[in-house]
Nanobody, 119 residues
């Protein structure tokens, strides 16, 4: 069965960095686009970044452009999110998702990893 397991979250000071990683299994990883979503308490879920199946194309929400980088390794079956210059407003639960091959909406979600940016 499809499994997505995130790691790498934690508490970091403003301006700091974290690297989230998602280990995927149970499907042909290299055939699917992937993405990271986040949800903060009281706020709607937000697409943070997406990456195509080959890794050749990426997209980001405006608020993280220039600070976050999504990447993938189709040998290790992982998708990472490097987060630099973190701000308190980046505090959220971050989820790795697999995207449907048609429509590119998420069909599987990981359990999430908490990122807290605070001094």
């Amino acid at each position: 069965q499809v499994q997505l397991v995130e790691s790498g979250g934690g508490l970091v000071q403003p301006g700091g960095s974290l690297r989230l990683s998602c280990a995927a299994s149970g499907f042909t990883f290299s055939s699917y686009a992937m993405s990271w979503y986040r949800q903060a308490p009281g706020k709607e879920r937000e697409l943070v970044a997406g990456i195509s199946s080959t890794g050749s194309r990426t997209n980001y929400v405006d608020s993280v452009k220039g600070r976050f980088t999504i990447s993938r390794d189709n040998v290790k079956n992982t998708v990472d999110l490097q987060m630099n210059s973190l701000k308190p407003e980046d505090t959220a639960m971050y989820h790795c998702t697999r995207l449907r091959r048609i429509g590119f909406s998420p069909d599987y979600w990981g359990q999430g990893t908490q990122v807290t940016v605070s001094s």
